[in-house]
């Protein structure tokens, strides 16, 4: 608890700087996550174009996922309806994802 105005405005300004970081660094979180998106895109797209789903590269492994993601939540369109199923099924986009994943390759002993 402050004691004085002095302390309350040395916290105040501490907590205003704080802020500022935080805000700085989320903007460089941002673009470090829009990087990484762009760069797996590319990554994507290389690998749909090989047709591989595996590949090492300089000691790193290279993992490509394409799968489908359904748009909806079943259990909510089934719950309490006698066709809700047929419903679900009816409105069912499946949303094509591709994950791609970086790790370090297993070194063969």
Not at 53 to 66: D, I, K, S, Y
Not at 74 to 88: N, S, T
Request: glycine share 2%.
């Amino acid at each position: 608890m402050c004691t004085n105005m002095k302390e309350l405005q040395t916290i105040s300004e501490k907590i205003f700087e704080l802020e500022q970081k935080k805000a700085k660094k989320k903007k460089e979180m941002d673009a470090l996550d829009k990087e990484i998106k762009q760069l797996k895109s590319e990554t994507s797209s290389y690998m749909k174009k090989r047709q591989k789903n595996e590949l090492t590269v300089a000691g790193l492994t290279v993992l490509f996922t394409p799968y489908l993601r359904p748009l909806f939540d079943k259990d909510a369109f089934i719950a309490g309806e006698e066709d809700g199923e047929e419903i679900y099924n009816k409105y069912l986009k499946q949303v094509p994802i591709e994950r791609v994943t970086v790790k370090l390759a297993q070194s063969v002993k």
